[in-house]
């Protein structure tokens, strides 16, 4: 059945949700900016929406966490300067004629080593380099009536990341050459320290040297690929996510409806930009959440704005890590009662806090609107407050809604 049946306003209910978001996160950007994992403004920011989400659920917490937020982009400009060592070692190497390539072995395994466990594993091998800080989540539960047999979270993450240079100033071609450049000098170097080592073709090894120098530039601009000076309001990415979850617990309470046996938690987590730190606290400390006999998942909103690029994740993480097929197929179900034919797909570059929660134990689904290109605004300063589109927020919330009460209804059988 579809919820809005139950309700005699539910549909304008739900088009109020688009303005409610809209009016939070305009305040949030106002007032507290852009929100780094650690800072004060991310702290005003999870305050401001527990205080709010009181009115609406049973226990409202703030758990804090400790984290290295600044190590997780930290990979790309560490990259960009151990592949400029490489540069120069096989140089030295080639026209020398010593053994100065060999260098390049430890600078070309390190690099790999920091894009692998930071980018491609979220596995924080460059923790140990930076300044540990505190963040925190917001946990808000809407209890079961009855027995709790089910629960269902709903989350969305609070921090907002760094400008990327290249997306501001370029566009997503411009980003994607910049890094696909970068890419292509560290196999190009590879191979040359491979030439440099084992070929005893002098005139080679100085031609592989030479030619590595073609991808200087594009290590050097490494350096400027995220800024740490200006962090972005992230509107869309992700307070949409975070109101989608607001949303879900205010229509409840203000319809009165507390289910029999499920319960309902809103997430709003910290860290997600700065490799899913949150999430994965949250599942850290509480391992109960696995062995309590609940029916229990996770259902992700991240960046809900472009309506035309809806897309449900079954695969996230670089598509590394799967996500739960029925999980997905729930919300699919839902969007398709809400008029969505939503499609399933795998995130190409990057992650959502639904693999923490996979990588946990934890059934779940993303939830995605937005151009996968990348969007422009995405991770720069046009990610705005008056930048959002209510209408795709709202569409989300009914979305989100009616997964909750299929959940409730029958589960994931």
Known sequence: MN????????????????????????????????RECGSDAERKAQ??????????????TREKFETNPRAFMAFVPIAGGLLLGTTAANLIGAFKKNKAAAVSVPLIGAALGSVVGEFALYKQPL??????????????????????????????????????????????????????????????????????????????KKGMALGQLAFVPGFAS????????????????????????????????????RFE??????LLAGGEECGLRGTKAYFKDHPELLNDGVETIFVGFDTVRDAEYMMIYKKDLNG????????????????????????????????????????AGIKAASFVAMDPAPARYYHTRLDTADNLCPETIAKGVEIALQTVFDFDEKGLD
């Open 3 to 34: 919820f809005k049946e139950l309700i005699k306003d539910a549909a304008e209910q739900i088009k109020a949700c688009g303005d409610f978001a809209k009016e939070g996160i305009t305040h949030i950007c106002s007032e507290f900016g852009p």
């Open 261 to 266: 046996n499920t319960e309902v938690v809103a």
């Open 127 to 204: 923790d140990p380099l930076f300044k540990k800080v505190e963040s925190g989540n917001v946990i808000a539960v809407r209890k079961a009536e009855g027995e709790t047999k089910r629960r269902i979270i709903i989350s969305g993450h609070t921090d907002s990341a760094p400008e990327w240079t290249y997306t501001y100033k370029l566009g997503s071609k411009g980003v994607v050459s910049v890094a696909g450049y970068g890419v292509a000098g560290l196999v190009y170097g590879m191979a040359s320290t491979a030439v440099s080592l084992l070929s005893k073709n002098d005139k080679l």
């Open 320 to 359: 590394l890590v799967k996500l739960d097929d029925k999980t997905c197929e729930l919300v699919k179900a839902a969007a398709l009662k809400c008029g969505e034919d939503v499609p399933f797909g795998a995130i190409p570059l990057g992650s959502t806090d639904a693999a923490a929660a996979a990588e």
């Open 47 to 60: 305050e401001y929406m527990a205080d709010m989400l009181k009115n609406y659920a049973d226990d409202v």
């Open 222 to 257: 490494l350096f400027a690929f995220t800024n740490n000076k200006r962090f972005v309001d992230g509107a869309s990415d992700d307070l949409s996510g975070c109101y989608v979850a607001n949303s879900v617990l205010k229509f409840l309470s203000d319809n009165d409806i």
